[in-house]
């Protein structure tokens, strides 16, 4: 690609002409058959086609526009970064913001939960300790088994108070190598 536009140039320059180009062209290649790899320019020099200020102006010239093409796209690059970052800041901020939403979720129907947990808890209690009265077997049995389910519903609730504290940054934690 380098080759065809430094070509192009020197014939567009009128310093070569397409013949002159294609006739290096194909001793260049001839020559890598050989083993021998040699630089088209250099090679335009030798043939006399091209003197060698000629060939570094266009060169300097052709590196010049590379090194502004390089400049633009690393600009561009930059460009899509940045605005890739403030995209990507504003998705966490946005997800702060949902954790922050689920947590309080979390925490609220937790004590909603508690209370009337509680008052279950305490009336079971009440049959179990027979102050509401004697049950039958059948009737303690049942109780027991209820009693069993609301304890594991308080402990599941103790456990969401327990998560959103953590989550929320109200347990402090002693670390210490163990």
């Known amino acids: 690609m380098l080759v065809s ?17 294609n006739s290096a062209l194909n001793i260049q290649k001839e ?3 050989q083993g021998e790899h040699i630089l088209i320019g250099e090679l335009l020099v030798r043939m006399g ?3 060698r200020d000629d060939l570094d102006h266009v060169v300097t010239q052709h590196i010049s526009q ?3 093409a390089l400049a633009h796209s690393n600009q561009r690059l930059e460009d899509q970064v940045q605005q890739r970052t403030a995209q990507l800041q504003n998705a966490l901020v946005k997800l702060t913001e949902l954790n922050q939403l689920k947590l ?29 009265g004697s049950l039958s077997g059948e ?9 069993r389910a609301s304890q594991q519903l308080k402990r599941l ?12 940054g109200e347990i402090p934690l002693d670390m210490a190598p163990i």
């Open 31 to 33: 020559r890598s058959r």
């Open 104 to 132: 309080n979720f979390i925490s609220n129907v937790s004590h909603e939960l508690r209370m009337p947990m509680q008052f279950l808890i305490g009336y079971l209690d009440l049959l179990g300790d027979g102050t509401l």
């Open 49 to 51: 086609l091209v003197n």
């Open 5 to 21: 536009r430094l070509g192009d140039e020197l014939v567009k320059r009128g310093f070569l002409t397409d013949e002159d180009l």
């Open 157 to 168: 609730i103790e456990d969401l108070l327990q998560f959103s504290s953590a989550a929320n």
């Open 139 to 147: 009737q303690h049995k049942a109780l027991t088994s209820m009693q």
């Open 66 to 68: 590379l090194q502004e």
